[in-house]
């Protein structure tokens, strides 16, 4: 949905929208730093010069883990347990965020001296979150103490079971808890009557305060707890939770020793995946390694990230990344499968669905939510995407702006074992002879929702940049606002009239492509590349003049840095805006 403020200010496959100018009294408070800043600035909610300042500088301190509610309790059980030799497990989540969490937990409880023992549940026999099968093994294995990592917030059922069993249950997470909370020792930013000032802490973060908090009671042990900023970085970037506040003073850290990997795994899985360590930053953690370690919870089991992580051996850790290599071929194959056959499923005759409702014996748990997230991206409706397996199915759902994923499953919960999730994904379990009803129900709330709208996908211009104004200077003043993620997304220009020198598609099959950009006057050169809109090339030709949206990227060719355009969309050149609009650039960047 746009907001009130914004303009239309083009179209291409989406809608272009242009943020609005940062209003005369913010500039005011702003007026040390450029134009342009002062609205990539506001953009992110920046309004006064000690928050900006802050922000720039990544100068926010740690909140002190202990203002978090049921840190003294956790820290007093995980005492004792050390002290007795009591067996601890770490019981994580199979997914990026869980794994590295899993990971650093295990190490730092080893390191001082606790027995214990990591456990990830298996995705398509367990399912997410505490199992009570898995309970009931670690108890009769001789388990005594039971901390979660990125899971357990809602686990009121399996928590009574944990008692009854004897586990004493430790809740680290960062999910949003329910009414009813587990009865254990539930650390989590979310819950009522935590103190602890940031929210948005992933899982990994939040375990990474109890690492912090277990320092402090144990000064000399061997360990500091910024030895594991690297798989905090991979866990908070890959959980899409924002990059603001501790967050993005976290990822910044982490992504400094990941660009210097101590890891043997890290080292292997570079090499698998072509990846120079000095070029991670959010975007490779997003699209090369996350789901490279996501591959093995999505087609196997989740413990072979986990050893990749934390092995010492060089060896093994080649002969793993090697293994989740090959899993996230297989993957890749596997979505692209699932996506091919949901859309002949739900759309047949071209005729697009208000919702997208496909279900399937065929297709595999691991992968029905990357299938349903690009159904959503292509079709701009919401996917519902169902495997099936005996008298139930798995599901996950994407969804778009307009309509809010979640309300609607609440809205069919009677049809539901369980479901889960917020505006734009969620999961559930429904019983076979419940799938009609399903479909049905979801298709007419969709359709309720979805009929008086234009539904167009849409991007967000943060500002009207001629492209001679792209360049190095640039990129140093737009580069302060790294790192790039979620909630602080890498700012999206729109330059009009660009001539095109070349263009050509590039990649597997053609799927990208890349083009040579030019001005009317001719002179430098911008080197560009529009991800999978290889498909687009016939509507592009030397000479035409085009409307571009794009993102600014540094790069290395042949060992010389390059600036690249990392073009979001484009249409034939309306010539007609630029000029009218507002220009509030790069006066006053020296």
């Known amino acids: 949905m746009r907001h009130p403020d914004h303009s239309i200010v083009g179209r291409g496959r989406r809608v272009w929208w242009l943020a609005p100018p940062a209003p005369e009294v913010v500039r005011a408070a702003l007026g040390r730093w450029p134009p342009l800043l002062q609205d990539l600035l506001y953009h992110r909610g920046i309004t ?6 802050e922000f720039l500088a990544h100068a ?8 978090l509610k049921g840190m003294a309790e956790a820290l007093e059980r995980l005492g004792r347990a050390i002290e007795k030799g009591e067996p601890i497990a770490v019981y994580g989540d199979y997914d990026v965020d869980g794994v590295t969490a899993t990971a650093m937990l295990v190490q730092v409880l080893q390191a001082l001296g606790a027995q214990v023992h990591p456990y990830i549940p298996h995705r398509e026999t367990e399912g997410y979150g505490l199992n009570g099968e898995a309970l009931r093994g670690l108890a009769e294995a001789g388990i005594r103490v039971v901390i979660t990592v990125d899971c357990g917030a809602r686990a009121v059922a399996e928590a009574t079971l944990a008692r009854s069993l004897g586990l004493d249950l430790i809740v680290t997470d960062h999910h949003l808890p329910g009414e009813v909370l587990p009865e254990a020792i539930l650390i989590n930013p979310r819950q009522p009557g935590c103190l602890y000032p940031f929210k948005d802490l992933a899982g990994v973060g939040v375990a990474y305060k109890l690492v912090q908090a277990l320092k402090s009671l144990y000064p000399h042990a061997p360990f500091e707890p910024e030895d594991f900023l690297d798989l905090v970085a991979l866990g908070t970037v890959a959980d899409l939770v924002p990059l603001l506040g501790e967050n993005r003073m976290l990822v910044a850290r982490g992504l400094e020793r990941l660009r210097r990997p101590a890891r043997a795994g890290l080292q292997a899985l570079y090499r698998v995946a072509s990846l120079e360590p000095s070029r991670v930053d959010p975007w490779a953690i997003s699209f090369v390694l996350a789901p490279r370690l996501n591959a093995a919870g999505r087609l196997e089991h989740a413990l072979a990230a986990y050893r990749l992580l934390t092995t010492e051996d060089p060896a093994a850790a080649a002969m793993l990344a090697e293994e989740l290599e090959c899993q996230n071929r297989e993957r890749q194959a596997l979505t692209q499968k699932a996506e091919e056959a949901a859309r002949v499923m ?16 065929d297709f595999r748990p691991g992968v029905v939510g990357l299938a349903a997230g690009r159904l959503a991206e292509t079709f701009y409706r919401p996917a519902v995407v169902i495997s099936l397996m005996g ?8 969804s778009i702006p307009e309509f809010h994923i979640t309300q609607a499953l609440d809205a069919c919960a009677d049809l539901l074992v ?4 917020h505006a734009a994904a969620a999961g559930f379990v429904v019983r076979r002879e419940n799938l ?16 008086a709208q234009e539904l167009q996908p849409a991007t967000v211009v943060e500002a009207m ?21 979620y909630g602080n997304p890498a700012p999206r220009f729109l330059s009009r009239g660009v001539v095109v020198r070349s263009v050509r598609a590039v990649g597997n099959d053609g799927r990208h492509l890349r083009m040579v950009f030019t001005v009317p006057e001719g002179g430098p050169v911008w080197d560009a590349i529009a991800f999978r809109q290889g ?8 000479g035409m003049r085009l409307d571009v949206v794009f993102e600014v990227r540094a790069e290395q060719w042949n060992g010389e840095p390059r600036l690249t355009l990392v073009v979001e969309d484009f249409a034939p050149s309306s010539g007609s805006l630029q000029a009218a609009l507002p220009w509030h650039g790069l006066e006053g960047i020296g």
């Open 436 to 451: 009609e009803r399903l479909r049905e129900r979801l298709q007419e709330l969709a359709a309720q929702a979805l009929q």
């Open 465 to 485: 940049l001629p492209l001679r104004e792209v360049t190095w200077r640039l990129h140093e003043w737009i580069a302060r606002l790294e790192p790039y993620g």
């Open 535 to 542: 498909e687009r090339a016939a509507e592009v030709e030397p």
């Open 346 to 361: 739900a759309v047949p005759d071209d005729r697009i669905p208000w919702l997208i409702f496909a279900a399937s014996e």
């Open 48 to 53: 006064s010069p000690q928050a900006a300042e």
């Open 60 to 67: 926010w301190s740690a909140g002190d883990p202990f203002q």
């Open 391 to 398: 008298e139930e199915g798995r599901g996950s759902a994407r």
């Open 418 to 421: 369980r479901h889960g999730g």
